[in-house]
């Protein structure tokens, strides 16, 4: 075991020098993730034979960290490097860290929780700023309509139940975030598995629901929790996610394009048809978004590499532009964000508080409210 100081000396050199390559080069060399877990694994390993239940709790976390972060990247949220970057951490950062906010058998939440928190509340500022007004109001008509809403709602209300379910197996105490990660995975997934029968099969585990747990249905407190998460969810994946579109991503002329460039379409080839396919891990709108069978159906002409594409690729773009086969001039290309400064801002916030910014949250809010509101009686 590592003398504390020695430890946090290490997260933070590890830190510093992962967002320096993203920054510069968007990518993370693998030693460096090799390097951090072997340092993982020394600093860990003791604990098999002196404190075999600390030890147990440290493998769940990872197991879970793992799964997470493959499952992230399935869905594009982050890249394979991002997604290992998380493994590191969760592995690097001590479970006795993980103190108020802690989420039984995958403590490592917390710095999930640290890291989006800041990146959503940079993400809110920066759109409220580059926005106009007008753009802000046809984004919320097009995130508050009722096709939208009325989806949103039998997710969140089966999806809920099931995740309902998987804590009260595992004795979890319910956690707002943690839910709302495994139901953000479970639709995609789920929407990758059924395809068209996504909606119908939704349908029918509400009705199943229905009739096995129609009290809950009786509760307002039920549908108070439900509309509030509804509203989170239309806002903070929907309506947010619907302004990065418009103002974190341009349209490149094919004649444009340099490598390196991240394209949030592809290029696809079916029947000898050629057309361009959003390849962004969320839709703007439940219409056009086409489950990962149906793209299963069509042959990508080039991937889309985290790395961005290469003169190869566009070389083989251009060619088909050239011999007529694409019908458009643009393509969509992504402004690119490092993303390893931000996690690794999360595991120091981690650190400082022990706990996840929303507990404080929860804790100092109320109490400076409460300040606030004696000062002026």
Known sequence: MFPYPVLVSFIIVFGILTSWEDIKHFKIPNYYILFALLFAFLENASYAFTAQEYFISFIINAGFSLLVGYGLWLIRIWTAADGKLFFAYSLLVPLSVYYLGYVKYFPSMIIMINT????????VINLLVKTSTQEKIMMLKKTFNRATIMNMFL??????????????????????????????LMFFILRAKLGKNFTKTLLICLLVRIILDYQTFLYLSFWIGTIKTLIFFLLAVFFVFNMGVLKFNSNVNIKDLKPGMLLSEIIVEKDGKYSKSLTLPMPTRFAILKSLIERAKESAVISCPSSGITKE????????????????????????????????LGVLLTIILKGSIISYAKIFIPYFWAKFISFFV
Not at 316 to 330: A, N
Request: charged fraction near 15%.
């Open 116 to 123: 989006f928190v800041p990146i959503f509340l940079f993400l």
């Open 155 to 184: 997710i969140i209300t089966v999806m809920s139940w099931f995740v309902g379910i998987l804590f009260g197996f595992l004795h979890i105490p319910r956690n707002f975030f943690l839910s709302f990660l495994i139901i953000f």
């Open 313 to 344: 690729d566009i070389k083989k773009i251009q060619q088909l532009k050239k011999e007529g086969k694409l019908d458009f001039d643009h393509l969509m290309v992504q402004q690119t964000v490092s993303f390893a400064p931000f996690l690794f």
